[in-house]
């Protein structure tokens, strides 16, 4: 069966600092692979999409950057962390673009 | 573009009374449409699906929901809500269209009373 991970749970950053979140999956071969983020009290917002290694679309122009350097992992990253960062940070895969999405666990990031 | 509206953000019902969470799609397609649940703190979890064929689908956790074409609506429903349904529920809309992602609506916090 397949199974997708997310590390570290949880995350407390300064503001400025770096910051690399990493989502495995497993039991399956090229997923489509998606990073969003929610804000406290908000929905559901996109950031980055892959349909294949090296290939990342972006949703949103931001500080943060994705990037897909074998099948089966994907990786959310940041050079300078800002206080808006903050957020609750989910990983989740799909077989088709149109198809059902699974959801990993997610980073909670507080950024201070 | 597609969208998918959940007006209700927030929802409070009673232990044991029925519960109806709308969700309103907009599209000219025929719609792959799902529901979700994210209880606090965790990743969402997919509690039934729609494709094809039979309008009323079942899902897990006492969960069904119904595709109304003619309403572009697919409203989840549970006749009798436990403590442990507070969460919030997302619906989402996707077609049959190669690179075509799913659209997320906004959510619904239900809250249960005792």
């Known amino acids: 069966s397949q199974t997708i991970h997310q590390w570290p749970a949880t995350l407390v950053q300064p503001v400025g600092s770096p910051l690399s979140l990493e989502c495995t999956v497993e039991?399956?071969?090229?997923?489509?692979l998606y990073w969003y983020r929610q804000a406290a009290g908000r929905g559901l917002q996109l950031l980055f999409y892959s349909v294949g290694i090296g290939q990342i679309s972006s949703e949103v122009p931001q500080n943060l950057s994705a990037s897909r350097p074998q099948d089966r992992q994907f990786i959310l990253s940041s050079k300078k962390l800002l206080l808006s960062d903050s957020g609750f940070y989910l990983c989740?895969?799909?077989?088709?673009?149109?198809?059902?999405?699974?959801f990993g666990p997610g980073t909670r990031l507080t950024v201070l | 573009a597609q969208s998918v509206t959940q007006p209700d953000i927030h929802i409070t019902v009673s232990e044991g009374a029925s519960l109806e969470l709308r969700c309103n799609y907009s599209?000219?397609?025929?719609?792959?449409l799902f529901w979700y649940v994210q209880s606090p703190g965790q990743g969402l979890q997919l509690l039934l699906k729609y494709f094809s064929g039979d309008t009323l689908v079942q899902g897990i956790k006492g969960f069904e929901a119904e595709f109304k074409r003619s309403q572009s609506s697919f409203n989840l429903r549970k006749p009798s809500v436990h403590w442990s349904d507070a969460a919030e529920y997302f619906c989402a809309v996707g077609y049959n269209n190669a690179g075509n992602m799913l659209t997320f609506g906004g959510g619904t916090r239900l809250m249960v009373k005792p």
């Open positions: 039991g399956t071969s090229n997923p489509n």
């Open positions: 599209y000219g397609a025929t719609p792959y």
């Open positions: 989740a895969w799909s077989v088709l673009a149109s198809d059902t999405q699974y």
